[in-house]
């Protein structure tokens, strides 16, 4: 079974930095993807933010985050992190990562959307105040 923890949120101000990390376990890093989401206040539905394919490492980034946040993955650790620099009020949310077993030698392109993704974890609040 697929379980993933999320930790790290935090109340910080603006232009602070914050990890987030993803505890996970039941799966083979090699032949995953794991994705960072995130639920802003009042929204629905949940906006992809990074991804990590396990097997090349290859990383994709929403056009906002990229060059402030950055996704790592520790495979000895099996965890999963998103270094988050210069937070923005806008930066506030629950961030969810979220995992989806992916076929070796499969290329991402792209953050897969919300759909692609079986497992999730609970969520940690990002509070980025102005």
């Known amino acids: 079974e697929v379980q993933l923890v999320e930790s790290g949120g935090a109340l910080v101000q603006a232009g602070g930095s914050l990890r987030l990390s993803c505890a996970a376990s039941?799966?083979?890093?090699?032949?995953?993807?794991v994705g960072w989401f995130r639920r802003a206040p009042g929204k629905m539905r949940r906006e992809g933010i990074s991804?990590?394919?396990?097997?090349?490492?290859?990383?994709h980034y929403l056009d906002s985050v990229q060059g402030r946040f950055t996704i790592s993955k520790n495979n000895s650790k099996n965890t999963v992190y998103l270094q988050m620099n210069s937070l923005k009020p806008e930066d506030t949310a629950v961030y969810y990562c979220?995992?989806?077993?992916?076929?070796?030698?499969?290329?991402?392109?792209?953050?897969?959307?919300?759909?692609?993704?079986?497992?999730w974890g609970q969520g940690t609040q990002v509070t980025v105040s102005s």
């Open positions: 039941g799966f083979i890093f090699d032949e995953a993807v």
């Open positions: 991804c990590i394919s396990g097997s090349d490492g290859r990383t």
């Open positions: 979220a995992h989806q077993k992916l076929p070796r030698g499969r290329i991402l392109h792209d953050i897969p959307p919300e759909v692609f993704f079986g497992t």
